[in-house]
């Protein structure tokens, strides 16, 4: 069955950087893209963007632009999302997400990371 | 940016009760309009694409309707495990949620 694995919680420094991963299993990973979703305590649900496991391109959300990478490695079927200049707003809990490459929609959901930002 | 609001905020419905709930576009998202549930402490889940259609495994009671910028969700019998938040999801542009709508027991 489809499943997609994520790392273990996170505790970071304000300043630093986290890499979250996500492994997936149970389906062609090339054929589906890849989305970061995050959601704070207590608040809904925001894109953080997409990567293309195929050729690896990537697009960001505004927000996140210069603060973000998605990376992929084919050979695991991995893909990787890096967060830098962490605040504490930055404290959520991370998903990746799978999405049917002709469509937008998130059709299989990791069970998410949660990244606590704190000094 | 499309801009997704969700109507109301909380919902109050007894089990066994039609739960109605709203999304609006800021634009036209045509029908690229999805819905999913979360839970307390779990990753959300595909209920509807397509502004209409059910995700593999969803329950029949669960339908969608709406183009444009109109959108519903109805539950069309309540159970137990239906109680948890709700969000849409446009993905006619890259995809942007709605704040949720949280369905509550009454």
């Known amino acids: 069955q489809v499943h997609l694995g994520q790392s273990g919680a996170e505790v970071k420094k304000p300043g630093a950087s986290v890499k979250v991963s996500c492994k997936a299993s149970?389906?062609?990973?090339?054929?589906?893209?890849m989305h970061w979703v995050r959601q704070a305590p207590g608040q809904g649900l925001e894109w953080m963007g997409i990567i293309n496991p195929s050729g690896g391109s990537t697009s960001y959300a505004q927000k996140f632009q210069g603060r973000v990478t998605m990376t992929r490695d084919t050979s695991t079927s991995t893909v990787y999302m890096e967060l830098s200049s962490l605040r504490s707003e930055d404290t959520a809990v991370y998903y990746c997400a799978r999405g049917p490459a002709v469509t937008r929609i998130l059709d299989v959901w990791g069970k998410g990371t949660t990244v606590t930002v704190s000094s | 940016e499309i801009v997704m609001t969700q109507s109301p905020a909380t919902l109050s419905v007894s089990p066994g009760e039609r739960a109605t709930l709203s999304c609006r576009a800021s634009?036209?998202?045509?029908?690229?309009l999805a819905w999913y549930q979360q839970k307390p402490g779990q990753a959300p889940r595909l209920l509807i694409y397509g502004a209409s259609t059910r995700a593999t495994g969803i329950p029949a009671r669960f339908s969608g309707s709406g183009s444009g910028t109109e959108f519903t969700l109805t539950i069309s019998s309540l159970q137990s495990e239906d109680f948890a938040i709700y969000y849409c999801?446009?993905?006619?542009?890259?995809?942007?949620f709605g704040q949720g709508t949280r369905l509550e027991i009454k």
């Open positions: 149970g389906y062609t990973f090339t054929n589906y893209y």
């Open positions: 999801q446009q993905y006619n542009n890259w995809p942007g």
């Open positions: 634009q036209s998202v045509s029908s690229n």
